[in-house]
């Protein structure tokens, strides 16, 4: 199987994936070798969709999830390693390039960058005898995970200024 060169629907019936970001020009991806640190870093994908490794040069990422990419990766370095374990992890994630057009205030061409948001994980539950008011809250970790969140319509319409008194909400179109 080619899988840069399976259709999306394909791959959907092939292979239960928990991912479905597309990997392309503009993402940073962590990938860590168990156990060979001199591989592990940062990769950035280039304007070609493509990656340089050690040992194997170019690999391209064109329409390849991570999970997709990390059993590539496995395949490919088998010549070179002895059962590798390879884990991928996105580090930035490259903007959403979009035009918008029609009635807003100011039409163009944006890209959008994803958002970072911490999460916190609740910890333990506060409880008081003296402040009854205080029971049930959580208290929350200082060990946030940081998460990516993609770009709304909303955010473009707050890069194109708003909607101009011309628009019609009802006749709103998003064409991918």
């Known amino acids: 199987i ?3 060169e399976v259709s999306q629907n394909e791959r959907s019936n092939q292979i239960p994936f928990k991912n479905n970001y597309i990997l392309g020009s503009g993402d940073s991806i962590l990938i860590n070798f168990l156990g060979l640190k001199i591989f592990s870093g940062t990769y ?3 304007p070609d969709n493509k990656i340089h490794l050690p040992e194997i040069g170019k690999v391209s ?3 390849l999830t991570v999970e997709e990419l990390e059993i590539l990766l496995k395949d490919k370095y088998t010549m070179y390693i002895k059962k590798p374990d390879i884990s991928i992890s996105l580090n930035i994630f490259r903007p959403v390039n ?3 057009r029609g009635e807003v205030n100011r039409t163009g061409l944006y890209s959008i960058p994803y958002k970072n948001n911490r999460e916190s994980e609740p910890t333990n539950t506060k409880f008081s005898l003296n ?3 205080l029971n049930n809250q959580k208290y929350y970790s200082n060990a946030a995970q940081t ?3 993609a770009p709304t319509l909303f955010d473009l319409l707050k890069l194109g200024q708003g909607l101009s008194s011309n628009a ?3 006749e709103i179109i998003v064409t991918r």
């Open 168 to 170: 019609n909400l009802s």
């Open 98 to 100: 979009v035009t918008l």
């Open 44 to 46: 950035n994908i280039g």
């Open 61 to 63: 990422v064109k329409n």
């Open 131 to 133: 402040n009854p008011s």
């Open 2 to 4: 080619v899988l840069g």
């Open 147 to 149: 998460r990516a969140i």
